[in-house]
């Protein structure tokens, strides 16, 4: 099994930064990439960002691209979610997930390990 564990969420002002990690632990070498997902109250689950284990490819929503940048560190069995620029509709509850490929999809049940999640709000 795969546990995925993240934690930088909390309550910050629009066009604040914050940066979310999610630490990978357990058999870490069927995970070959991870991502990001949100979800708002009412709304469904949307995609924000996907890596490759190597880091070789990234993927970014429209919504957040040029705003968030996600990277990993190997060493520490770790992705993070840099989140610059904060808006309001920014708000949400943010997941990790792995995938047992290198097939970044944008759909969340194309993933096979999920995080808790944590919440990020962004106050206007």
């Known amino acids: 099994q795969v546990q995925l564990v993240e934690s930088g969420g909390g309550l910050v002002q629009a066009g604040d930064s914050l940066r979310l990690s999610c630490a990978a632990s357990?058999?870490?070498?069927?995970?070959?990439?991870l991502g990001w997902f949100r979800q708002a109250p009412g709304k469904e689950r949307e995609f924000v960002a996907a890596i490759t284990w190597s880091g070789r490819n990234t993927y970014h929503a429209d919504s957040v691209k040029g705003r968030f940048t996600i990277s990993r560190d190997n060493d520490k069995n770790t992705v993070y979610l840099q989140m610059n620029s904060l808006k309001p509709e920014d708000t949400a509850v943010y997941y990790c997930?792995?995938?047992?490929?290198?097939?970044?999809?944008?759909?969340?049940?194309?993933?096979?390990?999920w995080g808790q999640g944590t919440q990020v709000t962004v106050a206007s």
């Open positions: 997930a792995g995938r047992s490929d290198t097939n970044l999809y944008t759909t969340p049940s194309r993933w096979n390990y």
């Open positions: 357990g058999r870490t070498f069927s995970v070959y990439a």
